[in-house]
Antibody, heavy 116, light 108 residues
Framework: EVQLVQSGQEVKKPGESLRISCKGS????????ISWLRQLPGKGLEWMGR????????EYSPSFQGHVTISIDKSFNTVYLQWKTLKASDTAMYYC?????????WGQGTLVTVSS | EIVLTQSPGTLSLSPGERATLSCRAS???????LVWYQQKPGQPPRVLIY???IRATGIPERFSGSGSGTDFTLTINRLEPEDFAVYYC?????????FGQGSKVEVK
């Protein structure tokens, strides 16, 4: 089955670090960019950045540059989204997505809650 | 950054009616890089239209997209109960890639 499977829900405190994951299967993992997107509670979608599986190069939205890190482990067909220092404002649903001319394949989402 | 403005914010319609959703860009968008997504509560988005007017695999014919430049439209003919959801336009012409704020189609 072609799918992206994300890691489970996380509850963290402000200042803590976190890495969530997105594992692809059932398709050629290196074919398309994989992006991360954020959806704040009750709000719309925001593109955070992407990684090119072929060469592991990354590109970030200026809104997220410097606050998160996107990385990839091609041996595990897995992409990561990492924070060194979480803030309460990072509380959101995070999705990974991939595709050619559109994001046709999405992960199920990872809910991250940051609260003291 | 290309800002996408969707209207209306909320559209209240009955099943069987037509929904017309607008997406206006702050600068010209390559039509090949304009996408419409549908999102239902608790689910990730689903692609409906890509390349401004091409229905994605499995998307019913009642969904259609049109437009070019800075003005794009998603039309849903004869709303079905499962069509009541939030719709987002998205562009990846210029970085950062951006979304409209969403249009909610709700049951009247």
């Amino acid at each position: 089955e072609v799918q992206l499977v994300q890691s489970g829900q996380e509850v963290k405190k402000p200042g803590e670090s976190l890495r969530i994951s997105c594992k692809g299967s059932g398709y050629s993992f290196t074919t398309y960019y994989i992006s991360w997107l954020r959806q704040l509670p009750g709000k719309g979608l925001e593109w955070m950045g992407r990684v090119a599986p072929r060469d592991s190069s990354t590109e970030y939205s200026p809104s997220f540059q410097g606050h998160v890190t996107i990385s990839i482990d091609k041996s595990f067909n897995t992409v990561y989204l990492q924070w060194k220092t979480l803030k309460a404002s990072d509380t959101a649903m995070y999705y990974c997505a991939t595709g050619d001319r559109a994001w046709t394949l999405w992960g199920q989402g990872t809910l991250v809650t940051v609260s003291s | 950054e290309i800002v996408l403005t969707q209207s209306p914010g909320t559209l209240s319609l009955s099943p069987g009616e037509r929904a017309t959703l607008s997406c206006r860009a702050s600068q010209s968008v390559d039509s090949g890089r304009l996408v419409w997504y549908q999102q239902k509560p608790g689910q990730p988005p689903r692609v409906l239209i890509y390349g401004a007017s091409i229905r994605a695999t499995g998307i019913p014919e009642r969904f259609s997209g049109s437009g070019s430049g800075t003005d794009f439209t998603l039309t849903i003919n004869r709303l079905e109960p499962e069509d009541f959801a939030v719709y987002y336009c998205h562009q990846f012409t210029g970085s950062p890639w951006t979304f409209g704020q969403g249009s909610k189609v709700e049951v009247k």
